[in-house]
């Protein structure tokens, strides 16, 4: 694939405006980022760049006191995300002490909870995320191996993490999971060691299935590949043959459930048209997609079963809490670090839901 690399530089400069423009470029299909000392680099596949796009987002930024200026460029045709691949990323520890209790309730002070920026301490690990050259972790109870291709899904952002905390805290054992939106797969094999039998992932582009089905292969848990994709992906995927590959290796020994199986697939929601309905969906996306997506979500979902969203800011939560109350859920918990949030829900019988 073809990238293009916008240089994005803010004045003034804040962490929390990098966050609101990768959010933002997200949107737009921006793929990827990597901080710099006054904004950040961005990329995206050179067939879905649009100036006009941009210029929007920058004319109407969430800061208006912040001036945005960017310069394009093609990336190297080498792969730009070699770094990664080569030198790894410094392990995500996240403690045990950062597990919180579940709490009902809605639009409730007691069914938020507010998690600070974890340093990682003590001898035993709730969670570990590390890569393959990055061995000196400390135990944990889930010790997860990724090899990134992105950046984002490494365990680094604040809400991968606010779902891996929620994930160790749910009873998954012989769950069916979806992980909507996979990225690098870390949610989905989060699910498997938390007991789940089944999984199946699925995101828009290919990198990500391939990396999906790398770190499931690094994690012991064996892999059923689906080349199928969503109508929408039918002109930006032409040269794929949508054939179905099958990689079943034997289980290291591990603290795996017996013979876990995971399907990736490509495509949008779209794929989940005739998918078993999943006890648990996990979607971390941004805002806008969610909302899209909310009413396959709601098909897909069991009565009785938990969805899980995140990828946007707790300023977002109200409308999205509306809107999959509307699809027939009731929110458990919602939680945040930062600026980021993640909602926790139960469907039940009501709404749009189909069960």
């Not at 609101?20 to 949107?27: I, K």
């Not at 393959?132 to 135990?139: A, E, G, L």
């Amino acid at each position: 694939m073809k990238y293009y690399e916008v240089k994005c530089t803010l004045q003034p400069f804040s962490e929390t405006a990098v966050d609101l423009l990768s959010a933002a470029l997200a949107e737009i299909g921006f793929e990827s980022f990597s901080p710099t000392e006054d904004g950040l680099l961005a990329y995206i596949q050179r067939n879905e760049w649009s100036e006009a796009a941009m210029q929007e987002v920058v004319g109407n930024f969430f800061l208006p006191d912040v001036e945005i200026r960017y310069e394009l460029a093609e990336a190297p045709d080498e792969d730009w995300n070699q770094v990664w691949e080569e030198e790894g990323f410094q392990p995500i520890i996240i403690p045990e002490a950062s597990l919180v209790s579940s709490q009902r309730g809605v639009n409730s002070e007691e069914a938020t909870h507010v998690i600070s920026p974890l340093e990682g301490q003590g001898e035993t690990a709730l969670i570990v995320v590390h890569d393959v050259k990055h061995t000196d972790v400390p135990p944990a109870h889930y010790d997860i191996v990724i090899t990134p291709r992105m950046a984002f899904g490494t365990g680094s952002h604040e809400t991968t993490r606010l779902i891996l905390r929620t994930l160790a805290q749910l009873d998954l054992k012989d769950k069916h999971v979806i992980d909507a939106g996979t990225g690098t797969g870390i949610l989905a094999i989060m699910a498997i060691k938390r007991g789940a039998a089944s999984v199946f992932a699925y995101d828009i582009d290919e990198w990500s299935m391939e990396n999906t089905k790398d770190n499931l292969l690094l994690n012991h848990v064996p892999t059923m590949g689906q080349g199928a994709r969503s109508k929408g992906q039918e002109n930006r995927n032409q040269s794929r043959d949508g054939s179905r590959d099958s990689i079943l290796l034997p289980l290291a020994p591990c603290s795996l459930p017996p013979s876990p199986r995971v399907e990736v697939a490509i495509g949008d929601s779209s794929v989940l048209e005739g998918q078993a309905k999943a006890n648990l969906l996990i979607a971390n996306i941004n805002r806008n997609i969610l909302l899209q997506d909310l009413p396959r979500f709601a098909k897909a979902v069991r009565e009785k079963g938990r969805m899980i969203l995140s990828g946007f800011y707790l300023s977002d939560v109200p409308v999205l809490a509306e809107a999959a109350v509307q699809q027939g859920f009731s929110l458990l918990k919602t939680e945040s670090e930062g600026e980021w949030a993640m909602l926790l829900f139960e469907a039940d019988a009501l709404g749009g839901r189909d069960v």
